[in-house]
């Protein structure tokens, strides 16, 4: 199993467009055979800034996820959105339900 943290940090006025473009692509991943998980979280303190949370079955589960139409569309649109690039940190569970 693979768990990634993306960290993003999105323009002040292009929260909105963000989150209705990564509520598509999160709609979309959770049908994906291998997705365990997906979940998108709003920095409270700053909304600007988001993580998501994606759990996949395996490496290819994953790399899976990086050819799919709606993974492309959401890569494509938030491009410009964002104040910096976005980061990710990949963890292989260990306590986890």
Same mark, same amino acid.
């Given at each position: 199993?693979?768990?990634?943290?993306?960290?993003?940090?999105?323009?002040?006025?292009?929260? %909105?467009? *963000?989150?209705?473009?990564? &509520?598509?692509?999160?709609?979309? /991943?959770?049908?994906?055979?291998?997705?365990? +998980?997906?979940?998108?979280?709003?920095?409270?303190?700053?909304?600007?800034?988001?993580?998501?949370? %994606?759990? *996949?079955?395996?490496?290819? &589960?994953?790399?899976?996820?990086? /050819?799919?139409?709606?993974?492309?569309?959401? +890569?494509?649109?938030?491009?410009?959105?964002?104040?910096?690039?976005?980061?990710?940190?990949?963890?292989?569970?260990?306590?986890?339900?």
């Amino acid at each position: 199993m693979i768990a990634n943290l993306v960290s993003v940090h999105v323009k002040e006025d292009c929260i %909105e467009q *963000f989150k209705e473009i990564t &509520a598509y692509n999160h709609e979309n /991943t959770r049908k994906e055979p291998g997705n365990v +998980r997906f979940d998108v979280l709003w920095n409270k303190a700053d909304p600007t800034r988001f993580t998501l949370y %994606e759990v *996949f079955a395996d490496d290819a &589960a994953a790399a899976f996820h990086k /050819t799919t139409a709606h993974y492309q569309k959401w +890569r494509d649109t938030v491009a410009d959105y964002m104040a910096e690039p976005r980061s990710a940190v990949s963890n292989t569970p260990l306590c986890f339900d």
